[in-house]
């Protein structure tokens, strides 16, 4: 038996909205490290691809219809998740949205429709499994938050809303499973290539874009790869028993700056060995 200060050898994880972007880069990167995944979201067929090819690689997954608006379909996944990989050690809320809008020109029925999404759905999924955990007295719940926290950025106020919200669901808990071995963390990114943002017609994505620079939330134009989530995700459920991250932020790298030689002309950056895969 597992002594109250360590983690059990297998830890299943459930993931949501893991069909595309930072969620499907959770749910492969957290199976190539042996833990056994769970892959919902409600575009099934993608998920099990997915799936399909962690188990090819030799880990351990399942891919099960999921929409963390409908209680009916949050119970579903997590009975037969368990069902197949057994009790839950690790939640990832991955699932969520966003509408590239001026906040005062979004429809409230639509604002409403993502605050569901973002903020209700992940209280709803995690308020299905929390409570079990903490019978249980151990496990992780990581909240995928967003940079837009502390720097809101125009044109996705309800995002911005949701995200805010999320976080302080995320410190409620906190406080309220303290004592219970189950520990949840924030963990926020910073802009990142992912799904988001590929349907968008140029001349939005470009007027988005513009407004980043415009309020100095542009600095450079590197962007997080889904894989840097994910490898930040690990970190933070990898940490012994024992400690606790409550809030880790992740920004992208910027690249490194031309240096001013001898002759104050300017010389190329060196070659770092990474800059070929982002």
């Known amino acids: 038996m597992p002594t109250p200060l360590s983690h059990p050898d297998r830890r299943p994880v459930l993931v949501t909205g893991a069909s595309s972007g930072v969620g499907s880069a959770v ?6 490290a042996g833990y056994p995944v769970a892959l919902g979201a409600r575009r099934t067929a993608i998920c099990e691809e997915l799936a399909e090819k962690i188990r090819a690689d030799g880990g351990e997954a399942v891919a099960l219809a999921l929409d963390v608006t409908s209680d009916e379909s949050v119970s579903f996944f997590v009975a037969e998740a368990e069902q197949a990989l057994g009790e839950v050690e690790v939640v990832v809320t991955c699932a969520g949205e966003v509408t590239p809008e001026n906040a005062y020109e979004t429809a409230t029925p639509d604002f409403e429709a993502q605050l569901q999404l973002n903020l209700v759905g ?9 409570p079990a955990m903490a019978a249980r007295r151990r ?14 950025r125009p ?25 219970t071995g189950v520990r949840a963390s924030i963990l926020r990114p910073g802009p990142t290539l992912s799904g988001v943002g590929s349907t968008w017609p ?3 994505l ?16 590197r962007f997080l790869r889904p894989r840097d989530v994910a490898a930040a995700v690990l970190a933070v459920i990898s940490m012994p028993r024992g400690a606790h991250v409550t809030l880790l932020e992740v920004e992208p790298e910027a690249p490194l700056r031309a240096e001013v030689g001898p002759d104050h002309g300017t010389a190329a950056p060196r070659e770092t060995g990474r800059e070929g895969d982002r």
């Open 155 to 179: 044109r996705m106020g309800a995002y911005v809303a949701a995200k805010n919200g999320v976080e302080g669901l995320a410190r409620a808990m906190q406080m309220e499973l303290e004592g």
């Open 202 to 204: 140029v001349e939005v």
């Open 206 to 221: 470009q007027a988005v874009l513009d407004d980043w620079v415009r309020f100095g939330l542009a600095r450079h134009d």
């Open 122 to 130: 992940t209280q709803r999924f995690v308020a299905r499994v929390a």
């Open 27 to 32: 749910a492969v990167g957290l199976a190539a």
């Open 139 to 152: 496990g992780d719940i990581v909240f995928v938050s967003s940079d837009v926290v502390r720097l809101p």
